[in-house]
């Protein structure tokens, strides 16, 4: 399972997924960005582009339109996938929002920073709520939750209370999930990403605000190499873990940043 599976990590971490054969939910507030990214798979597969691909893997492809902020959305989504599949895996906790950029702390509205928390923290906890009780259950038992952390993890952009926050929070969420899964074979690991070339990093082509107070053109990675790296994480039997991995562009302002 993929949340936010309609763009940007969500959409390259599915496609390669399918590409390598696996049955994946596409989760996404909106469904046509989730038909496309099903499409795309469809696509890729009938034009021959991987010797890794298998035949029907497009057809499994389950789309369920789900605001990961919404309880009810999210039992209905993982009550789609066990319908369908039978057990699960695998969750790719990938949901979250930047908010409002560029807001001085004192001017954030109340309901911006709180819509960041609930998409980034409180929707990571729902999913991977949901992603225990299902494979606690299963037989076999256990399976794997990989949380999109953020650079932010570590180190805050200016301007950025809500997400930052949010992101060190999910560091504690990783930690704890990590901890109370090992009875119940459920490793959880998480990856901290840095500049990969998607719409939400397109300002830094253009100049994004450093700690200095200046506008900097920051370099960019491919976002094909970060789902890469989560398919790497997604594929280790279940008696290792990538507890954190950090893949950024190298030569991103993070060592040093400010």
């Known amino acids: 399972m993929v949340t936010g599976a309609g763009s940007g990590i969500g959409r390259a971490v ?115 709520q949901a992603a225990f009780r299902l494979m606690k259950e299963q037989e076999p038992q256990g399976g794997r939750i990989i949380n999109n952390g953020s650079i932010s993890a570590h180190a805050p952009r200016p301007l950025s209370v809500a997400y930052t926050a949010t992101k060190h929070a999910l560091t504690g969420l990783t930690k704890s999930l990590s901890l109370d899964g090992r009875p119940h074979r459920i490793a959880v690991g998480q990856i901290d990403i840095g500049n990969a070339a998607t719409d939400m990093t397109e300002r830094m082509r253009s100049g994004i605000l450093q700690a200095n107070g200046e506008l900097a053109v920051e370099p960019v990675m491919d976002v094909a190499d970060v789902a890469r790296t989560v398919r790497h994480m997604a594929e280790l039997p279940l008696e290792a873990n990538v507890q954190f991995a950090t893949v950024l562009a190298t030569a991103m302002p993070y060592v040093g940043r400010g």
Do not use: I, K, M
């Open 14 to 128: 599915a496609l390669e997924l399918l590409r390598a054969g696996w049955s994946v939910t596409l989760a996404g507030r909106r469904e046509e960005p989730l038909r496309e990214t099903a499409d795309l798979a469809a696509a890729r597969q009938s034009d021959g582009v991987s010797p890794l691909e298998t035949p029907g893997s497009a057809v499994r492809a389950l789309c369920v339109r789900t605001d990961v902020t919404v309880p009810d959305d999210v039992a209905a989504l993982f009550a789609a996938a066990h319908d369908r599949f039978g057990r699960l895996d695998l969750l790719f906790n990938n949901a979250g929002t930047f908010g409002p950029g560029g807001v001085p702390v004192e001017e954030l509205p109340y309901e911006a920073w709180r819509h960041v928390v609930d998409t980034n923290l409180n929707g990571a906890f729902l999913c991977a």
